[in-house]
């Protein structure tokens, strides 16, 4: 299939980004214009607190290829997430052949949305990864700290879940629509990015990465906080993915998953309490070492 007939809904979420609405559009329609690809901006607004809403509807006359859709109060990057990519999926006559998930925030170049479809319009992939962990692939600007915790975390989920891929967390990804349509993505918080990752290659989807550098925000603020919740959510998924490592493709580890699976239930009850002890000890260890300020 050629780039020209290949239609991508890039979805942005976006939660106080009033400084970077503009100049993200104005940069995806230089890409849209330059690749040929059949791209549509599809912007969530969570609930901002800012003009972002107001700088999405300023901007819809000038960029066509703008959707955008809004949640009435903050609700998280997830929801945000989850409802952009619903709305992509609902699109029908003729639907979306891929998906791409793009931080708002201009730390994610549009420029390099080409090369992270390409592996999906040559039929080589059907999910792909911006990476900051394959060769080529940077952090520009990044603090230590983060770095840090990304490349231990990275590496240490990869060798837990046996999942062969760099950069499981990346925010900046696509995936061809029937990849979501297929895994079930239940996460709240920004774990949401690895539950997709690990349940697209345990449903036998073909996962590649292409290289990408990952920037810093010039306007706005992060949003990520590494609080006892980030830290318990992500312990508390994990955890559930490693449990639930030979089960169904989708499940999690949760009591639900497990009792759809079936399994009996003393080996089941004993599975859960160390779910649930497991990953609040390691939330305790890792929320008590790092606070972020601010
Ligand atoms: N919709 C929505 N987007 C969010 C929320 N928090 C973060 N984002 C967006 O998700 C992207 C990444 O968030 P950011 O705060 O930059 O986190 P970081 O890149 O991990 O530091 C940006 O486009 C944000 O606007 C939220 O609560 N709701
Ligand atoms: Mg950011």
Not at 37 to 65: H, Y
Not at 113 to 132: K, N
């Amino acid at each position: 299939m050629g780039s020209m007939t290949f239609r991508l809904a890039v979805v942005l979420p976006m939660y106080n980004e009033a400084g970077n609405v503009v100049g993200l559009l104005e940069r995806i329609a230089a890409v849209r214009h330059r690749s040929g690809l059949d791209l549509t901006a599809l912007a969530v607004d969570d609930g901002s607190r800012d003009a972002t809403f107001d700088r999405l509807i300023e901007s819809a006359p000038r960029f066509g290829f703008l959707r955008f859709v809004r949640h009435g109060r903050n609700r998280g990057m997830a929801a945000a997430l989850r409802t952009g990519i619903a709305t992509a999926l609902s699109e029908r006559g003729p639907g979306y052949d891929a998906i791409a998930l793009m931080d708002a925030d201009l730390t994610h170049d549009p420029e390099d949305l080409p090369r992270l479809v390409a592996p999906i319009v040559e039929d080589r992939a059907d999910f792909v990864l911006g990476s900051r962990y394959v060769p080529g692939g940077r952090m520009r600007g990044v603090p230590w700290a983060r770095r840090a915790i990304s490349i231990v975390g990275n590496h240490a989920v990869r060798r837990v879940l046996g999942v062969p891929v760099g950069d499981l967390t990346s925010g900046y990804r696509a995936a061809r629509a029937e990849v979501f349509r297929a895994i079930s993505l239940e996460e709240h918080g920004f774990g949401i990015q690895l539950e997709a990752t690990v349940k697209a290659h345990r449903a036998g989807f073909r996962v590649a990465e292409v290289p990408i550098t990952l920037g810093v925000r010039k306007s706005g603020y992060s949003k990520m906080a590494y609080t006892r919740s980030f830290w318990l959510g992500y312990a508390r998924l994990i955890v559930g993915l490693w449990l639930n490592r030979a089960g169904d493709p989708n499940g999690c580890g949760c009591a639900w998953c497990f009792s759809r699976r079936g399994a009996s239930s003393s080996s089941n009850s004993a599975r859960l309490l160390l779910t649930a002890h497991t990953s609040r000890l390691v939330a305790l260890l890792l929320g008590s070492g790092i606070h972020r300020k601010g």
